[in-house]
């Protein structure tokens, strides 16, 4: 038995994006949420078969887009990814808004505008079309904070270190400039992909947090690595995500939540812009749009609401099988 998946690869800032244009599995559930869940539990085949080796690599992310399951959206995202089907994927977002729009998969019922669903929560999106391309993606992410700050860890080969937690749609360990952590080009892309690992299961062994709003989405999966001499204007990041991967992009859920962590530190105000670089220099712009809260048991919890604007290139079409007979059906890592 053969499954064929028609996609549309590119990326956004080097990141992949493959946008599963057809073959996308029927989903229940009232929300893209419910959604994920019920796709994780019945057709994760889908996402390690099309994301690990051999049709995909360590950084492979994409995903599918889905009717809308409310009268004021145009669509849903599920997102995949070596990682899991995060809850949001800002770079994901901007390849497959882009890739969508260009190929007539989305119908905004506002031009230059849409607005979406994610498991997450629903983002709002504007976009500018030049020359019958999209030219820029911005997302107004979902309500991004910080989670806990003062975590110390211990980590083999670095020593004792101090991370954060926040949250900008997943939720990162950031590793700020300290003792023991000089910077990204002090510590290179190989121990970043060693050691990224073990400050996240001692940030996991210490914290485990749960979304307020919606508790299926919980626990520090990614961490970013900000590097020094950043100012309030400008700085770069590694983020490493899944277990062998440095984001090409800025990453959009980490920026959102190194915007809420720098205004949480009071180094960003309202209206302000901060320019994130990638580990090679590809960058988004991200802006504090303002502040907001979240609910909560224990009372409203400060957050901001984050924008995050890039652009993707679209590679070609690409035809995948997955096919029952082969032994790598499912995709393997190594
Ligand atoms: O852009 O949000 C993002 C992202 C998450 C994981 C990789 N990229």
């Not at 539990?41 to 399951?69: K, N, Q, V």
């Amino acid at each position: 038995m053969r499954h064929t998946f028609f996609c549309i690869d590119g990326h956004t800032a080097g990141n992949p994006v493959r946008l599963v244009a057809g073959g996308a599995p029927l989903l229940r559930g009232g929300d893209m949420s419910e959604r994920r869940l019920d796709f994780i539990a019945r057709y994760d085949w889908i996402r390690t078969g099309l994301c690990f080796e051999p049709r995909g690599h360590s950084m492979m992310s994409g995903g599918f887009l889905y009717p809308p399951t409310r009268d004021d959206s145009d669509g849903g995202i599920l997102f995949i990814e070596t990682s899991g089907c995060l809850p949001m994927c800002g770079h994901g977002t901007i390849g497959l808004v882009t890739f969508g729009l260009e190929h007539g998969l989305l119908t905004p019922r506002v031009a230059g505008r849409l607005r979406l669903e994610v498991p997450a929560g629903i983002i709002d999106i504007d976009y500018v079309v030049r020359a019958g391309r999209v030219a820029s993606v911005r997302i107004r992410n979902v309500p991004s904070y910080v989670a806990r700050t003062g975590i110390a860890i211990t980590v083999p080969g670095l020593g004792p270190l101090t991370v954060d937690v926040a949250y900008g749609g997943n939720y990162y360990a950031i590793v700020e400039p300290q003792e023991g952590y000089e910077g990204l080009d002090s510590l290179g892309a190989a121990r970043i992909l060693s050691l990224s690992p073990l400050v996240r299961e001692a940030v996991r062994a210490q914290f485990h947090p749960v979304h307020p709003v919606d508790p299926s989405i919980n626990g520090v999966s990614h961490v970013l690595w900000a590097d020094r001499g950043a100012t309030r204007e400008r700085g770069r990041n590694a983020v490493f995500y899944g277990d062998n991967a440095i984001d090409r992009s800025p990453c959009g859920t980490g920026t959102s939540a190194r915007l809420a962590h720098m205004r949480h530190k009071g180094i960003l105000g309202v209206g302000d812009r901060f320019i994130h670089e990638s580990y090679i220099h590809s960058s988004f712009i991200g802006t504090v749009a303002s502040d907001t809260s979240l609910p909560s048991e224990d009372g409203p919890i400060p957050a901001i609401v984050p924008l995050i604007e890039g652009s993707a290139v679209s590679t070609g079409f690409n035809t995948i099988w997955i096919d029952s007979e082969d032994m790598f059906q499912h995709g393997f890592q190594v």
